[in-house]
């Protein structure tokens, strides 16, 4: 079952879960400004433009139907596209497309928020490489959309740091508890979007939800401080997970776009987020959000984030916690990085001893000692109440009393309820199963009662004990923050590819941390979000892509620092062709959803390696025309292809463009429709970046079913800068018993290794 349409990427998020809801009667309007006619149009005033517009369509709804509601201006947007949002009704609608210029209306949407030592574990150390002295000097700017932020947190102190560069044009802008002094030189801008909000919603309630950037929900100030929170010692979750809290790029300044409230985020307000940070200046866009697979005409964040990219900026974007359904992957565009998410190495085990002597291992953030006892354990099957066996409901006090309750999960309903009705009906602890989908998942969340996380399979056991032991009993030991397990894993939630939109291109792109991860929290929000939950913490341990795309965006913020002239696809490519398969014990990365070996559709071209991509030898590297050419290879119509030129473009036309001509840091070869011995021929252009002279020779991994030619098999350079190109042929032999096969191939040349996974297809 699919939720709302923009996601917030924080797995079993704690807001509720709205169904998809379409924004009433709002519209992203794309304008052609050249065409428009002379009486509407303001030299250098976008909003009276539009308003102009807005005027004459009011004139004319007037006219015919005195009862209609007025049209109403809600953005003018100026960098990301040239257009505006407006609250429309579908006649008004249908007397804008007769406007001179008009190109194209795309619906309101909501969108939802898909949801530490991590920094260890991607291999920065402080003072050294990329976070040597002379790196961190860097003033690289990272933008975030999400929930806002909480300005006060330790994590946001500018001690020690240069002035806030003169380039920067952003703003701190005041709402309730958020005043200009609540910005520093660490936190340089913060700015808050509400209109496509409130045009869903109506009014924000201003009495449990602040009108400004200050963060009522926790995922922005936890983002932000992934990416570029400060040096922060003796940071923990009540004592787990303890060290030094520190963004992946931790000199990096910080603006927060808050565009998500209570029930989601509006992409209209998203556009004016995006359109407003690249005015203001910045270099990185963190988005922690997505809606699900959208063709790219149809996704307002592909599109405004074509115009960041043209204009220099990175933007890093979750994957999705839709896995471990294939084509479940969002935001596909190419000029993004769509990130996926790995478990590290650290974990929080549980250990739970049956009465019958069995052992388990869970996973908890529970640091007390309370349940090292044995006490009867309470399974609610024969109650006859079928939501019972998920702790949903009122739960019957006599049966749970005084026990451990064994709970099962599911993928959408707030874990938090569970723990909170176990509580309620003086339970003293719970055994929380996965559903079967997510494998042996082992995700932790901070119940409010001792509480112990359960994969699929010991979950079955402990279920069917429960259900037939004549006295069933169970203890528990919470064994604090372990260290050293068999890492990266791929998390089950994390949504899969192949990429549906264009099969031509894998996606995700890569994989980083995004499984209990420990960052800032507002001390005013509880850690699960819950009014039934008085704590109060300054750190919090979250999972999600939500957490995972941060990391990528701190990453990219420091590849920037060093190479200040790469493209935001070479930064990508930089990223990619570095990342690594094998985990820490040297084996191929593992999926925890399925226990089998991980592939590229599900951490792409593997996990992000940053001290290998600050070096990476060669780069594919990818202009503006380009990504152009491969929209057009895509058939898209010239109106559609106009959203991201603004204008009318048309495709050349004595070219045949193919989508797997991108010049992409990795393959994908589609044989759909392609007859048996045929084959598919892709060309790729590499730029030496690493030492002039040098000379790589091809090494290829050949995918299952298929045979790989490459031509020519040596790239000789005499010069840094200096592009050398190159053909792979894959002929498609026999089909595979699987839809899928996997291989690489990988340009090598002393130090350097630059490798592209390949991923053949059948359907
Ligand atoms: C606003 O929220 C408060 C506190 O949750 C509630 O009591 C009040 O009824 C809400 N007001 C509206 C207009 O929904
Ligand atoms: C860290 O916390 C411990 C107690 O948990 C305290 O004794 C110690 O002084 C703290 N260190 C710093 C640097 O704050
Ligand atoms: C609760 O469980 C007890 C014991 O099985 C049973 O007698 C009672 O009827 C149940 N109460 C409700 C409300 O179902
Ligand atoms: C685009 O159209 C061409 C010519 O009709 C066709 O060969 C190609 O498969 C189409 N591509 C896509 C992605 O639909
Ligand atoms: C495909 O090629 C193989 C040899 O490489 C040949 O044996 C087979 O008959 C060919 N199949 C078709 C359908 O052409």
């Known amino acids: 079952m699919m939720f709302g349409k923009i996601l917030l990427f924080l797995v079993l998020v704690t807001t509720t879960a709205i169904g998809a809801a379409m924004a009433k009667n709002t519209y992203i309007i794309h304008i052609d400004k050249t065409k428009m006619a002379s009486n509407l149009f303001r030299q ?5 433009t539009y308003q102009a517009v807005i005027d004459s369509i009011n004139k004319i709804s007037l006219q015919e139907d005195d009862q209609e509601q007025q049209a109403e201006l809600l953005y003018a947007y100026e960098t990301a596209i040239s257009g505006f949002a407006a609250k429309l009704s579908t006649k008004q609608l249908e007397s804008l497309k007769k406007v001179d210029g008009f190109l194209s209306a795309t619906p309101g949407k909501m969108l939802q928020l898909h949801t530490t030592n991590s920094q260890q574990f991607l291999g920065l150390q402080n003072g050294k490489g990329l976070l040597s002295a002379s790196n961190s000097a860097s003033d690289v700017i990272i933008g975030f959309l999400d929930t806002g932020i909480s300005p006060e947190h330790v994590s946001f102190k500018d001690t020690g740091m240069p002035a806030v560069p003169s380039r920067w044009k952003g703003v701190c802008e005041e709402g309730t508890k958020f005043s200009k002094s609540n910005c520093n030189k660490k936190l340089i801008g913060a700015r808050f979007f509400f209109k496509g909000y409130e045009a869903n919603y109506g009014r924000i309630n201003e009495t449990n939800e602040f009108k400004s950037a200050r963060d009522n929900g926790g995922h922005g100030t936890h983002t932000a401080s992934t990416a570029a929170g400060s040096l922060v010692a003796n940071a923990s979750f009540s004592g787990l997970a303890k060290g030094i ?13 808050k565009v998500c409230w209570r029930h989601g985020c509006s992409n209209l307000d998203m556009l004016a987020a995006i359109d407003k940070a690249l005015q203001d200046g910045v270099d990185v866009l963190s988005l922690s959000l997505g809606p699900g697979p959208l063709p790219f005409y149809s996704d307002a964040l592909a599109i405004a984030s074509f115009y960041a990219i043209k204009s220099g900026v990175f933007v890093s974007i979750s994957a999705g916690n839709e896995g471990p359904f294939s084509s479940s992957v969002s935001s596909t565009a190419p000029w993004m990085m769509t990130v996926a998410a790995s478990y590290t190495d650290r974990t929080f085990p549980a250990v739970i001893k049956l009465g019958n ?18 006490v009867p354990v309470a399974y609610l099957e024969s109650t006859g109440i079928p939501e019972s066996i998920f702790c949903l409901g009122t739960l019957n006090e006599s049966l749970v009393k005084g026990k451990i309750v064994v709970c099962h999960g599911d993928n959408e309903i707030n874990p938090y309820l569970k723990s909170e009705n176990v509580k309620k009906a003086k339970g003293v602890g719970m055994i929380l199963v996965n559903p079967k989908f997510y494998g042996d998942e082992l995700t932790a969340n901070p119940h409010i009662l001792p509480t112990a996380g359960v994969g699929y399979t010991a979950g079955k056991y402990i279920t069917r004990y429960a259900s037939t032991a004549k006295k069933p009993t169970a203890s528990i030991i919470f064994k604090g923050t372990v260290y050293g397990r068999t890492a990266p894993v791929i998390a089950a939630f994390s949504s899969r590819g192949p990429n549906s939109v264009d099969p031509d291109v894998i996606k995700p792109d890569v994989t980083a941390p995004g499984v209990n991860i420990l960052a800032a929290w507002p001390p005013t929000t509880s850690p699960t979000e819950r009014q039934a939950d008085s704590r109060s913490v300054l750190f919090n341990i979250v999972s999600g892509t939500s957490m995972s795309c941060p990391h990528v965006s701190g990453l990219a913020a420091l590849l920037k620092s060093v190479h200040r002239d790469w493209s935001p696809a070479a930064i990508k490519s930089a990223l990619m062709t570095t990342a690594y398969t094998l985990n820490n014990k040297k084996s191929p990365i593992s999926d925890v959803a399925s226990s089998n070996l991980a592939g590229p559709f599900a951490y792409g071209s593997g996990h992000v390696d940053p001290e290998r991509a600050v070096d990476p030898g060669l780069i594919y590297d990818i202009a503006t025309q380009d990504y152009l050419n491969y929209l057009c290879s895509l058939n898209y119509t010239s109106s559609d292809i106009g959203l991201f030129t603004d204008g009318a473009f048309t495709c050349p036309q004595n070219i ?12 994908a070869f589609n ?5 048996q011995n045929g084959s598919l021929e892709y060309k790729r252009t590499v730029t030496n970046v690493g030492i002039p002279t040098s000379s ?14 490459v ?4 790239l000789s350079f005499n010069k840094l800068g200096q592009k050398l190109s190159y053909k792979v042929t894959v002929v498609g032999k026999s089909k595979t018993s699987s839809h899928s096969s996997f291989g690489s191939l990988t340009w090598v040349s002393g130090k350097f290794r630059v490798r592209s996974p390949i991923a053949v297809t059948w359907q």
């Open 44 to 48: 250098g005033d976008s909003m009276q």
């Open 245 to 257: 809290a520190r963004g992946t790029s931790y000199t990096s300044r910080i603006a927060a776009y």
């Open 357 to 374: 002597g069995k052992v388990v291992e869970g996973v908890s953030f529970y640091s007390g000692d309370a349940l090292t006892k044995p």
């Open 656 to 667: 045949a463009f193919r989508a797997g001509d991108l010049n992409y840091p990795s393959f």
């Open 671 to 675: 044989f759909k429709g392609v007859v």
């Open 696 to 709: 790589y020779a091809v090494q290829v991994e050949v995918p299952e079913g298929v045979s790989v030619i």
């Open 711 to 714: 031509k020519p098999k040596i």
